[in-house]
């Protein structure tokens, strides 16, 4: 049996048509991502130290800082009075793991007030 000898069928368009899309579209992004390469490098040369600096400090501070030390523990004698008690809500909230409104309630409980 004979091929078809003429234009190509339905599928042969299909197909082809895809081939020709498939290239454009590997070609427009391998374009687009060497323009955005060229880009970056051109705005890295113009950086100044200051920028590069004052980037690194912000990348610096986006990180997380280190756990805040534990509170000290209360005395071994007399860990229940009430001074004591109040140094230890003192050092939580320096501390930073009371805030104001936490602290000013637990100083109100404490006192009886």
Do not use: Y
């Amino acid at each position: 049996m004979r091929g078809r000898i003429g234009r190509p069928g339905l599928l042969g368009t299909m197909a082809r048509t895809a081939v020709i899309a498939g290239t454009a579209t590997a070609v427009s992004g391998r374009v687009r991502r060497r323009a955005d390469a060229k880009a970056q490098a051109e705005q890295d040369q113009q950086a100044t130290p200051a920028d590069q600096a004052s980037a690194q400090a912000e990348l610096a501070s986006t990180r997380t800082a280190p756990p805040a030390a534990p509170p000290t523990p209360a005395p071994a004698g007399g860990g229940d009075d009430l001074t004591s008690q109040l140094q230890r809500l003192a050092d939580m909230k320096t501390a930073g793991l009371l805030d104001d409104a936490e602290f000013a309630a637990a100083k109100a409980k404490l006192l009886g007030s």
